[in-house]
Structures are given as structure tokens and as C-alpha cells.
């Protein structure tokens, strides 16, 4: 993989975190009554727009469709309903980041935990 494709994947994985974290906390302020209601539905609409975009996209270029489903089912489950406390499993897209790509290990923070939590620590 080139450096230009390493760099435009990662800017994609850190789109798609700010935007699940956005959306986390625009239902939580939908839950707790806070603003305008009008406003953060549409924002709410905004993002979940965004969110089937993104799958309908990485469903077309998937090699295996059947591979893709399978693995992308929170991601589905997370845009289809319309109620905003299902906006949750888009939760299981940053999992599925931080564990395919080693995102803490990109950000220089692994190495302290994983010393931290060694049994075999000196």
C-alpha cells in the first residue's frame, strides 16, 4: 500500500469517528431535551444521509457481498431504524476500526497500556 492510500484511509476511519461521535452526542441531546428538537432531528437526518452513503458505497466496491454483509450488519442496523437510540451500533464501526487498523497503536498510546497490563511486568 502506498503512503498516499495509508493516509487516505486513515483521514476516512478519523471522518467516520468524528462523525459516530457527533451523532452520539447530538442523541443525547435529542434524549435530553436539550436545544431545539427541530434542529437536531435535521442534523440527525444530516448524518444518518451520511451513514447510508457510506455503506451503499463500500456495498457496491465490496468484493464479497456476502463477506460484507456479514461483517457490516451493526453499520445497517445502526442507519435503517429512525429512532435515535439506535444510533448505538454505529458504535460497532469504531470497534471494527480501532481493532482493524490498530488505531491506538497509531496514536503512540499502546505501548504504555500494553506495559501497564503485561503480567509480566518489572
Given amino acids: ?39 437536531e432531528m435535521k ?5 444518518t444521509f451520511v451513514f447510508a452513503v457510506d455503506y451503499s458505497i463500500r ?3 465490496a468484493k464479497s457481498k456476502k463477506t460484507f454483509l456479514i461483517h457490516a450488519a451493526f453499520d445497517l442496523l445502526g442507519i435503517i431504524p429512525m429512532h435515535p437510540g439506535f444510533v448505538i451500533f454505529r458504535l460497532a464501526h469504531l470497534v471494527r ?6 488505531l491506538f497503536w ?5 505501548g504504555k497500556w500494553t506495559k501497564k497490563l503485561s503480567p509480566l511486568r518489572v
Avoid at 43 to 47: F, K, V
Avoid at 97 to 102: D, G, L, P, S
Avoid at 106 to 110: I, R, S
Fill in 1 to 39: 500500500m502506498t503512503r498516499k492510500k495509508a493516509i487516505q484511509i486513515t483521514a476516512y476511519h478519523w471522518g467516520v469517528m468524528i462523525l459516530t461521535l457527533a451523532s452520539m452526542i447530538n442523541v443525547a441531546l435529542i434524549m435530553a431535551h436539550v436545544g431545539n428538537w427541530h434542529v
Fill in 43 to 47: 442534523i440527525a437526518a444530516g448524518l
Fill in 59 to 61: 456495498l457496491i466496491v
Fill in 97 to 102: 476500526i480501532v481493532r482493524y487498523y490498530h
Fill in 106 to 110: 497509531h496514536l503512540g498510546v499502546a
